[in-house]
Every structure is written in structure tokens, then in C-alpha cells.
């Protein structure tokens, strides 16, 4: 039989933790790759309007990454500066 420390439960949690953490970047992908795909299509149907939308498309992008980084800095905190161990 197998004897498993706090220590090392709280380690294994934490590991299993910090990747579905990173789960939370799949979101932003797909949400950037349309809203660039939308991007270009509008920058095809009126190219007068280019700057408008590409300064919307990234404002919007920027906002959209958010959730990615920070399902990105809770998994660097479970991994190395874990509160729980």
C-alpha cells in the first residue's frame, strides 16, 4: 500500500490544479481567432473604416486575453509559490 503525505497530495492537487487553470486559455484563442477573422471581413466590405476597426478589433482582443493570463498567473502561483504547502 501506498503511504501519500499532505505534502505530496497538496503538490499532486496543485499540479492537477494549475492545468486545468490553463484550461482557461482556450477561450481567448478562439475568441481572437474570430474576432480577427470578423476583422478582416469588415476591413473587406469598407477599407475607408481600417483604423476604426482594427483599434476595436484590438481593444477587444486585449479584453478577451485577460482571461487567459490569469487562468496563466493562477497556475505559475500553484506551481511555484503555492499558499497551500
Keep these: 500500500m501506498m503511504n501519500i503525505t499532505g505534502a505530496e497530495f497538496i503538490k ?3 499540479a492537477i ?3 486545468l487553470a ?3 486559455g482556450i477561450g481567448p484563442g478562439i475568441g481572437q481567432g474570430y474576432a480577427a477573422g ?3 471581413a469588415a476591413v473587406g466590405r ?3 473604416a ?3 476597426i482594427m ?3 484590438l481593444l477587444g482582443q486585449a479584453v478577451a486575453e485577460t482571461t487567459g493570463l490569469y487562468g ?3 497556475a505559475i502561483i500553484l506551481l511555484f509559490a503555492n499558499p497551500l504547502a
Design 72 to 74: 496563466f498567473a493562477v
Design 17 to 19: 490544479g494549475a492545468g
Design 46 to 48: 469598407n477599407p475607408g
Design 38 to 40: 470578423q476583422g478582416a
Design 12 to 14: 499532486a492537487a496543485s
Design 50 to 52: 481600417k483604423g476604426n
Design 22 to 24: 490553463m484550461i482557461a
Design 55 to 57: 483599434s476595436t478589433m
